[in-house]
């Protein structure tokens, strides 16, 4: 609740202030110097304790509520006071490990029972995953695995997601591959920690809210070239062909293919082949077995029990080291600047993929991730596991989903996954010469296939010409070019696009809009209008320019923050000019979000060109066609058509009953 007019700021009210300050409706216009943009509702007798709560998670850093969010509260039709929150934590306290969090908050014995399995389970799957990637990337296998225990490790004790797993991944093969072809391995160990050092200044920077602003049709594009590039790697040892030369570039490589196809390999092909059916049948058959695993232990077990003529990892490689050692890389500072791209490009690629793998665990377990601990945490580990023979890690998306399904909930799992890869690679490290390389060519075609994202890279091509125009560069850049290239020319392409629709909406916004507004003026912004009419258990949220990809994550935010309140729901559109492809997806997630929470969701004073865009990318029919009104007024009526009794009567987080009212303006 607001403190009285004169009262000094005291525990319990919106947020503490530095020093004490007197709060009054005459120093409320005066901007002090730890005034937090945020978001505001209306209740009838002004309480603001869910938003106190939001506001006092420790989980989430003030500042990543960005300046374009405008806090209002209303006390009652007519007037308004300005709510001052806290200055934003410590660079110490913002950085501080979840892991240490959670301990600090009590860790409950049932949650480390749940945490020892789930950290056992990812332990496995992270076995074959390791050697494929690290044979993948030219380097041995030992050197995936090594990277998996130790940046394991790391990254879930100075993490700043619960349930994060670290490790090699499949967007850095492409990478490492042409590093070590170039600079050798001691050219790949100084590339990975100059990275790590890039990360822990992104994540000291408080750069982890900026990383997020990378347009989505960018982050497909280059996922999907990466897929296609691990693919066509894999097609000499899943074939068996005998080749002179394999040419790094994508379409030379695809012409020596043709080239050799005579000499394929029956025995070859058909391992792959087996390899391929396990994954896909032991999915169906044993859902909470790893299919990698599978295919890699009977598939093993038949060449060696057979003698099948097939390449190994021994005949290639030569028997595997079974310990650690810590060794230090011989820097010539002549040629320090050659590191500088790749190292870069290695720590702007683990920077999207740590905090992407971050936000979708935060969409399964409800959490909300510390994106400049991750960063430095990110940081930490690519320092470090060189030391050991390491290649560069992220977060994993694959092995963090099965962290969380498996029932982890606390970086605990993630500590006991690096110590049961550990333990599997101890005992059973001896053994790994004799995988076959064509089954490891088999796991890398089905991992490319799950990083493809060939469905939104399919549903992007039906969005506007920028949008695709977007996804078509920095995808074929990806793949014929360079995915540093790609991803600086796709982010700067979306950004000149962007401009231009920009540019373009100068008469959009001269003309009428879509409905009639009644708006009053506050502290030199649009207010928000007098809702005390609106029928009871209803909220309404309304968005006010640009649903873009610098805007979409705060949005997601404000709404999720939110989202538990009354059951109706409006959402007013009537000054959003257009729709991203980023918005879109971000909008999508909010608004599943609401629907999960059994709410009613309609969309009031969306534009025709906003509307198409909801058509194409499955919203509309999320929603429902008849929950999508041109005015305000009509969605009122859909409301009022809804008994009294059954808008007020579902069970919320919040006892009010009363309508909220929230503006969210960039």
Not at 464 to 475: D, N, W
Request: aromatic letters at 8%; a positive charge.
């Amino acid at each position: 609740m607001n403190p009285p007019a004169g009262r000094e700021w005291k525990k319990g009210d919106l947020a503490k202030p530095p020093a004490p300050v007197v709060y009054s409706p005459e120093s409320a216009g005066k901007p002090p110097p730890w005034r937090l943009p945020c978001i505001a509702a209306k209740s009838a007798n002004g309480e603001q304790d869910r938003h106190n709560e939001m506001l006092d998670k420790s989980d989430t850093p003030l500042q990543d509520l960005t300046s374009s969010v405008r806090l209002y509260v209303r006390e009652n039709a007519g007037s308004g006071d300005t709510v001052v929150a806290g200055p934003k934590p410590s660079l110490l306290r913002e950085l501080t490990p979840k892991l240490f969090r959670v301990l600090g908050g009590g860790y409950l014995k049932n949650q480390f029972a749940k945490d020892l399995m789930a950290g056992v389970i990812v332990g496995i799957v992270a076995l074959p995953l390791a050697i494929a990637f690290a044979v993948a990337s030219g380097v041995t296998p030992d050197k995936g695995l090594v990277t998996a225990i130790v940046a394991g490790f790391l990254i879930s004790f100075f993490g700043g997601s619960r349930v994060q797993i670290g490790g090699p991944t499949g967007a850095f093969i492409v990478i490492v591959y042409g590093i070590v072809a170039k600079y050798g391995l001691g050219g790949l160990m100084v590339s990975t920690m100059l990275a790590g050092a890039f990360l822990v200044a992104f994540g000291l920077l408080r750069l982890g809210s900026v990383i997020k602003f990378i347009p989505h049709p960018v982050i497909v594009g280059f996922t999907s070239g990466i897929a296609l590039t691990i693919f066509s790697t894999q097609i000499k040892d899943a074939l068996g062909l005998v080749m002179e030369e394999n040419p790094e570039r994508f379409i030379p490589k695809w012409q020596a293919y043709f080239a050799a196809l005579g000499t394929v390999d029956g025995w070859t092909v058909a391992v792959t082949a087996a390899t391929l059916a396990l994954i896909l049948a032991g999915r169906r058959l044993f859902p909470k077995v790893p299919g990698s695993l599978v295919a890699i232990i009977l598939t093993t077990a038949a060449v060696a029990l057979f003698g099948i003529p097939v390449d190994t990892i021994g005949a290639r490689f030569g028997d595997l080291p079974t310990s650690f050692s810590l060794s230090f890389p011989d820097i010539a500072l002549s040629d320090f600047a050659d590191y500088l791209q790749p190292a870069f490009t290695i720590a702007l690629l683990c920077a999207i993929e740590s905090l992407l793998s971050a936000v979708v665990a935060d969409g399964m377990i409800g959490d909300e991730h510390q994106s400049n601990t991750e960063l430095v945490a990110q940081g930490i580990a690519n320092i470090v596991t060189p030391l050991f023979g390491g290649i560069p890690a992220t977060g994993a998306i694959a092995r963090t989903v099965t962290n969380v399904k498996n029932g982890g909930r606390t970086p605990v799992a993630g500590l006991v996954h690096a110590a049961a890869l550990l333990g599997i690679t101890l005992v059973l490290g001896r053994y790994a010469k004799l995988i076959p390389m064509s089954c490891l060519a088999g796991i890398l075609i089905v991992v490319a296939y799950n990083m493809s994202e060939w469905r939104s890279f399919a549903a992007m091509l039906r969005m506007s010409a920028h949008e695709v125009a977007v996804l078509l560069a920095t995808f074929l850049l990806t793949v014929i070019v360079d995915l540093t290239v790609a991803i600086e020319i796709g982010v700067v392409l979306a950004a000149f696009l962007f401009i231009q629709r920009m540019a373009q909406l100068g008469t959009v916004f001269s003309a009428s809009m879509p409905e009639g507004s009644q708006t009053r003026i506050h502290g030199g912004d649009r207010g928000l209008e007098n809702y005390d009419r609106l029928p009871a258990g209803v909220d309404v949220f309304e968005i006010s320019g640009p649903f873009f990809f610098a805007a979409a994550r705060q949005y997601q935010q404000v709404l999720q923050a939110l989202g538990a309140g009354n059951r109706v729901v409006i959402i007013r559109m009537r000054h959003v000019p257009f729709i991203d492809a980023t918005g879109l997806r971000i909008f999508r997630g909010a608004i599943e979000f609401m629907l999960g929470q059994g709410r009613m969701v309609l969309l009031a004073g969306v534009r025709d060109g906003v509307r198409r865009d909801l058509n194409r990318s499955g919203i509309t029919e999320l929603v429902g066609g008849d929950h999508i009104f041109r005015g305000f007024e009509d969605a009122l009526a859909r409301v009022a058509a809804i008994p009294e009794e059954e808008r007020t009567s579902r069970r919320s987080l919040r006892k009010s009953k009363n309508a909220e009212t929230v503006r969210i303006q960039p």
